[in-house]
């Protein structure tokens, strides 16, 4: 698991290596590695490079809103970035748009549900089916 962030997702980040360590998940921290104002293009970019290299099967990125990463990182080859911020919505982004990217609101995601929304993250795997349709659609398109 690669993570990233920028200032207003650094402390999230943080929680999350925790969280990360106590799974016993190994991870890779793309940065930012200080709480000090910075964007976080740079720390999304090195992130979804470790996806396209095969070094890091997803990706958690968190900023203020989540949106600033998710778009950011959907501009990346092979990066399909989704916002989440529950157990929920990480196990549907997973399950119905093979998403690799999690892009976490820092002020709307709860540290207490980190360990359920990781499980989630490491646990699903794509429905296919209907979703795969829907898929190719958005990829002709897009």
Known sequence: V?????HSGF???ENIKQTLVELKIPYIDFGTYI???CDYNSFVSQAAK???KGICDYIIGSCKSGNGVNICANKHKNIRASMVFDAY???HAVRHNAANF???PSKYTQV?????IIKALKESSFDGGRH???MHKTLKNG
Do not use: Q, V
């Open 35 to 37: 709480n000090k104002d």
């Open 2 to 6: 690669g993570l990233c962030a920028d």
């Open 50 to 52: 470790a996806i396209e």
């Open 89 to 91: 919505t990480a196990e």
């Open 102 to 104: 999690l892009s976490m």
């Open 132 to 134: 795969m349709t829907r």
């Open 11 to 13: 402390d999230l980040k």
């Open 112 to 116: 207490e549900d980190l360990k359920k």
